[in-house]
């Protein structure tokens, strides 16, 4: 693997990025054909058994619309508030490439879906608004299966993929950084999840391709960064290198480059093909779309309460912070888990630990709620016994960690990693504890009495290291605090 980059790069360089983002719907068929949609299948099927003489483009072979896929779209169109064209159809792209049998994909390309969209995020404080250019509808190309990888010795084709439901959201190259294309890529992840025609943890796709200039230069495109994790690394990357040819006093030439992520780093796949190139006809075989006949009133109506809704609900109802409110509707089955908690469970009490602890748990261990085998009743039992002052924080904490790699309820994991509820009548056995430990740390007690803090720090780290972490380390303090009469 190649060696990383410094990616912080020592000048600023004046950037400009936008990004064509492709998912995947979670129709039963495909686009144009009754096969089967992969993408919710429980398992990986056989390689090309899910074709038909329509998605592998036989002679003869008639496409017929997904009616689901185009309300699906509909859907998100209207949530990123664009406008909806009142009547569109699908064109031919003709590209000669492996991964699409008949030559052409049948994609939108001078009436799409719809057009002028948008939608807001949070960077450094305040609120941006992306512009979106467009939204339209085609269909997936088969995958490419490269034996010995990237440059190896031949490539395979599955054609199970080709016809999958595709949208493609086209921004205005309105991103200034990085960080601020991966916020975009995680808010539009979270809105298709509400909308339920995209689920994360689904085989469905959700990759974009980067299309990055810096100081006005000639654009480059990155092809195939999949999800919102990689496109930050990716997007730094091609800035560095784009920079570093500036400085080497030669120009950056529009082209076509791909993200390689075993080695980090972008790679030079073909020149930059222009519109014309792909030569886009009208698609015979289909009739337009008049929009009108799908209702939009009653799609817009129809719209579950998006993420935005959602923060602004859980801060004026519940009366929460910003913070927590953004890190809690940010997964719709952690929103939903909040909202049942707090029918037992103080809401900011609740708000705190499921947006604190819980998260950060389950964000170590590489899972999301709704696969954490976790159980609402288990978080209010818990926090019902903190509340009540039967677990310390730590302890409360320790007994989340468990239920997370155990799968199982409070009260098992503490009876088998043996950890105590806190009983009433226990603060006299604390306090013998704490005397025992100031009557052994003399010099810690003098050095406090002189007004050095951190000894009180080392005290307390002595009685919570003797009291295995059952009670509260600010408790503690208190007790000190009283007994040395400060």
């Known amino acids: 693997m190649a060696k990383p980059l410094d990616l912080e790069s020592p000048e600023r360089v004046k950037v400009k990025i936008g990004l064509e983002t492709h998912v995947q719907l979670n129709t039963k068929s495909k686009m144009f054909c009754c096969c089967r949609n992969p993408v919710n299948l429980p398992e990986e099927p056989e390689p090309n058994t899910l074709t038909c003489e329509t998605c592998l483009g036989m002679p003869g072979s008639k496409p017929r619309t ?29 590209y000669f490439y492996p991964d699409m049998s008949k030559n052409f994909q049948i994609s939108q390309y001078e009436i799409p879906l719809a057009t002028k969209g948008w939608v807001d995020i949070n960077t450094d404080g305040r609120t941006k608004r992306i512009s979106l250019r467009r939204l339209h ?15 190896g010795k031949y490539v395979l084709v599955d054609y199970n993929r080709s016809g999958i439901p595709l949208i493609e959201i086209v921004t205005e190259p309105d991103f200034t950084s990085p960080e601020e294309a991966r916020l975009f890529l995680g808010k539009l992840a979270t809105i298709l999840e509400y909308l339920g025609v995209y689920d994360p943890d689904s085989k469905a796709v959700f990759k974009s391709d980067a299309n990055v200039s810096i100081d006005g230069g ?9 999800g919102t994790k990689e496109i930050e690394q990716a997007l730094k990357y091609e800035i560095i290198r784009q920079s570093n040819v ?30 014309e190139d792909y030569g886009y006809i009208f698609e015979p075989d289909l009739t337009s779309i008049e929009i009108q006949h799908f209702s939009l009133e009653s799609i817009r109506k129809s719209l579950p309460e998006l993420p935005d809704q959602k923060y602004q609900r859980f801060i004026h109802s519940y009366f929460i912070s910003d913070k927590l409110s953004e890190s809690l509707t940010s997964e719709l089955d952690i929103a939903n888990l ?27 261990n590489g899972i999301r709620f709704k696969d954490s085998k976790l159980r609402e009743e288990w978080i209010v039992s818990l926090l019902q016994m903190f509340e009540k002052g039967f677990l310390t924080d730590r302890n409360a904490e320790l007994v989340i960690r468990y239920m997370v790699s155990d799968r199982a309820g409070p009260e098992d994991v503490m009876r088998k990693h043996r950890i105590a509820k ?65």
Request: charged share 30%; proline share 2%; net charge positive.
């Open 246 to 275: 500036v400085k080497r006093g030669e120009k950056v030439e529009q082209s076509t480059r791909m993200w390689n992520p075993e080695l980090q780093a972008t790679q030079a796949l073909r020149e930059k093909e222009t519109e």
């Open 137 to 151: 509808m085609e269909e997936d190309p088969a995958k490419l299966v490269h034996i010995g990888g990237i440059g």
């Open 338 to 364: 909040f909202e049942n908690v707090t029918k037992k469970i103080p809401p900011k009490l609740a708000a705190s630990w499921i947006a604190g602890y819980l998260k950060k748990t389950l964000n170590y």
């Open 422 to 486: 806190k009983e009433s009548g226990s603060l006299r056995e604390v306090e013998h504890i704490i005397k025992s430990v100031i009557g052994k740390n003399a010099k810690a007690v003098q050095d406090y009495k002189s007004g050095e803090e951190k000894a009180l720090h080392f005290l307390v780290g002595l009685c919570m290291k003797e009291t295995k972490g059952a009670v509260d380390a600010n408790e503690v303090g208190k007790i000190i605090r009283k007994l040395l009469g400060k």
């Open 66 to 94: 997904n009616e689901s896929a185009v309300s699906m779209s509909l859907k998100v169109a209207a949530a990123l508030n664009f406008s909806i064209a009142k009547e569109t159809y699908f064109s031919r792209k003709t």
């Open 218 to 226: 000639k654009r480059v495109e990155i092809k195939n960064i999949t």
